[in-house]
């Protein structure tokens, strides 16, 4: 290894090592070791610093170093552009987690498995060998269980993270299994070997199909995909910051297992039609049910699942660049979304009291024309600018969107000043969309022309279909609900038709837990007057801090 390969490799190795070495002072309580919680999120607050700091060197240092030989690390493209990723995450969920969480008795405890989990999120993104991705992807679960687990005493949390852990070991075991196979076919640990073999369509074993199947299946439950969903519905009792760090940094690593081994994934049918189908379903159904829940949190909770399923389902129509895109932008909207859902609710009731007449038939039908000009400009361009198999699907789904947005904003008028606004905004974010999928494709990698589906292939007719059925459902769901049919489909859908009743039975059955029971506020002693005024002071004396 040459000089500035080894000075590379330190680069990347000092990530999660600095977020580790920070997680010890800030979860560390002993007699003579004794910081306040001020001085613990500063050991973090510097830590994410030195996170931020490393990967811009690390950016920086690939352009200079664009052929370094790292062995066990990696600096390609969609790895450092994940690394940006998490080091934003990081500092934005760790400077509201101080204000969030003042005068919790856990705060240092939560620190401490935040920073955990930061630094096993970053070992995965570098590792290039299969024993140290396998050994960050298990120590992201058993560190955030803990985050998870933070209010012990909530039945909901408990359960959640029981299932979660029973899950997560489910799918650990899935991928040492897959690895394992990789690396016997291969005599090779180094992932840029073994994905180096499939980048042209190539005679697959037994075992390399059985890997490929086993990695689809890790990365369905990594993204909480039906019938597993449950877990993360009910993981909204955790903290906040935590249900951010969840939504946008950790469930999303199913895509980016998807998208890293693409090149095996995409040439065995069995594991690309698995994805295809329970990813396309949770989609529909996970997108359906959200429109029937009331609390922020949960509908942001089934929008994630969908929206998981959405990535994943791009990423068996081998559209990774497209995939890439999607978990960036969800990473964003979603910890955005979930940090400041305190003042959702008050959004929710401005927007509930504009009451806008619903679109005519006709409206609908005039608003398509302009939609799908729109879309086939797009699609014109994004063929123009980066000449890679177009598929139907994609932009069938971008069509729907655009129609169901033009439509609702005339205000009960098309042609007006608010609907020209409108189609303005659609005509850029067509643009942008177009624009963004060509810049993502040298950064989710250069995936063989050969192993991608087809334009009408088996594949992009099953998405386009689940496209139609979505619209044509939400359609009768909003502007039909009074009708019998839809009113009991919407009963099922707000039961989540009973999926995760079932799996949580059987759960339990297999593998009982014994959860915490709430106490009744009403029998529960009175809460001790000095303890509530030590909390009201440290919250003050933490705020005067900050300020």
């Not at 009792?237 to 969840?246: F, H, R, W, Y």
């Amino acid at each position: 290894m040459s000089i500035s390969s080894l000075l590379m490799a330190t680069v990347l190795a000092a990530i999660p090592l600095t977020l580790i070495l920070a997680a010890m002072p800030a979860g560390l309580q002993t007699r003579r070791f004794a910081l306040n919680d001020h001085q613990r999120w500063r050991f973090a607050w510097r830590a994410v610093q030195l996170v931020a700091l490393f990967t811009l060197t690390a950016v920086a240092s690939s352009f200079m170093l664009p052929d370094a030989d790292l062995h066990w690390f990696s600096d390609s493209p969609l790895r450092l552009t994940l690394l940006v990723l998490l080091s934003v995450m990081a500092l934005v969920v760790v400077k509201f987690s101080y204000r969030y969480l003042a005068a919790e008795p856990g705060f240092g405890r939560y620190l401490r498995w935040l920073l955990l989990t930061l630094a096993a999120v970053a070992l995965v993104f570098i590792s290039n060998h299969l024993l140290l991705f396998v050994l960050g992807w298990i120590a992201i679960s058993l560190a955030l269980h803990q985050l998870l687990m933070f209010y012990p005493d909530r039945p909901r949390a408990a359960l959640a993270a029981h299932k979660k852990f029973l899950l997560a070991r489910v799918a650990e075991a899935s991928l040492l299994t897959a690895f394992y196979l990789l690396w016997q076919q291969h005599g090779s640990a180094h992932i840029d070997t073994i994905l180096a073999a499939y980048q042209a369509p190539a005679q697959l074993s037994l075992s390399e199909q059985i890997a490929a199947v086993l990695i689809a299946l890790t990365a369905l439950i990594k993204c909480a995909q039906l019938p597993v969903h449950g877990w993360l519905i009910q993981v909204v009792e955790a903290p906040t910051p935590v249900s951010a760090l969840l939504h946008a940094g950790v469930i999303n690593l199913g895509g980016f297992l998807l998208i890293l081994f693409a090149p095996l994934f995409l040439q065995v049918a069995a594991a690309q039609w698995l994805v295809l189908v329970v990813a396309g379903l949770t989609t529909v159904l996970a997108a359906l049910i959200m429109t029937t829940r009331i609390s922020v949190k949960v509908r942001l909770a089934w929008s994630t699942s969908a929206q998981m399923g959405l990535m994943l389902l791009e990423c068996a129509l081998g559209l990774v660049e497209l995939a890439l895109l999607h978990l960036l932008a969800h990473s964003a909207y979603k910890a955005w979304a979930f940090l400041s859902s305190g003042s959702a609710v008050q959004q929710h009731i401005q927007q509930s009291l504009l009451v806008s007449p619903p679109p005519g038939l006709r409206q609908w039908f005039v608003v398509v024309v302009p939609a799908m000009a729109v879309v086939v400009g797009a699609a014109w361009l994004s063929a123009y600018l980066h000449p890679v198999s177009q598929l139907l699907s994609s932009w069938l789904l971008l069509a729907l969107a655009l129609t169901a947005f033009l439509a609702q904003s005339g205000q009960g008028s098309i042609f007006s000043a608010v609907w020209l606004r409108s189609l303005t905004l659609a005509v850029s974010l067509a643009l942008a969309y177009s624009l963004l999928k060509v810049l993502m494709q040298p950064l989710a990698g250069n995936l063989g022309e050969t192993v991608r589906p087809e334009l009408f292939s088996a594949a992009d007719w099953w998405a386009s279909g689940l496209f139609l059925v979505l619209f044509v459902t939400w359609w009768l769901l909003r502007w039909r609900s009074h009708w019998p049919s839809m009113q009991r489909l919407s009963v099922a859908l707000f039961a989540g038709f009973y999926l995760d009743e079932w799996f949580t039975r059987i759960t339990l059955r297999l593998w009982p837990a014994r959860l915490p029971v709430r106490a009744n506020p009403k029998l529960a002693p009175m809460q001790n007057s000095e303890q509530l005024a030590q909390q009201l002071q440290a919250a003050k004396s933490r705020t005067e801090q900050l300020s």
